[in-house]
């Protein structure tokens, strides 16, 4: 049979790993709000797992682990992340997926909760707690840090300490 050249190439996995895993992140939790953000993870227009993958730098650069060697460059400026570095996002996520033998979603559900720190995602996968001793981020704390109020803020801080909510502001954001 004559193979169908036209087909475009198929893209790569990767790329909407993110966006999907933050979907079901955001809609698993609590149904009910998820529409007004699915926009916002829409993977469609081609530059959200790009985004998403890049809320990933930080956790990588300050990752220990020694299959993650990232130069010690400087950030490039372009908030899309380079190639090299979705790699290893994946590989990454890969690799967790084969030590603990769990599926894509649970892995990637568990860096979203985490705020894709790779050492704290590894410890939390390992024994079911930070490293910090924190607790993991819910769709119901996302609310509530989007809430602009001191009171639920300091909530907030008080239950996931004042790194955390900051790091957890910008994982937001990216």
């Not at 909407?16 to 149904?31: C, D, K, L, V």
């Not at 959200?48 to 400026?77: H, I, M, N, V």
């Not at 909760?113 to 410890?123: A, Y």
Request: overall charge negative; charged content about 30%; hydrophobic content about 30%.
């Amino acid at each position: 049979e004559p193979r169908q050249t036209d087909a475009p190439g198929e893209p790569a996995p990767e790329m909407g790993i993110f966006a999907a895993a933050n979907r079901e992140f955001e809609s698993t939790e609590s149904g009910s709000d998820a529409s007004d953000i699915s926009e916002e993870f829409a993977s469609e227009d081609g530059k959200s797992p790009e985004e998403t993958a890049s809320t990933l730098k930080t956790g990588l650069e300050d990752s220990a682990l020694p299959d993650t060697q990232l130069q010690g460059e400087e950030r490039p400026t372009s908030t899309c992340p380079s190639s090299s570095v979705v790699g290893e996002v994946v590989k990454t996520i890969q690799h967790l997926m084969e030590k603990f033998s769990m599926d894509l979603l649970t892995v990637t559900q568990a860096f979203l909760k985490n705020t894709g720190e790779v050492e704290t995602t590894l410890n939390f996968l390992q024994t079911g707690q930070r490293l910090d001793g924190y607790p993991v981020w819910s769709r119901e704390d996302d609310l509530e840090l989007q809430k602009d109020d001191e009171h639920v803020r300091s909530k907030l801080i008080a239950k996931f300490g004042a790194e955390n909510v900051a790091k957890r502001i910008a994982f937001r954001k990216s």
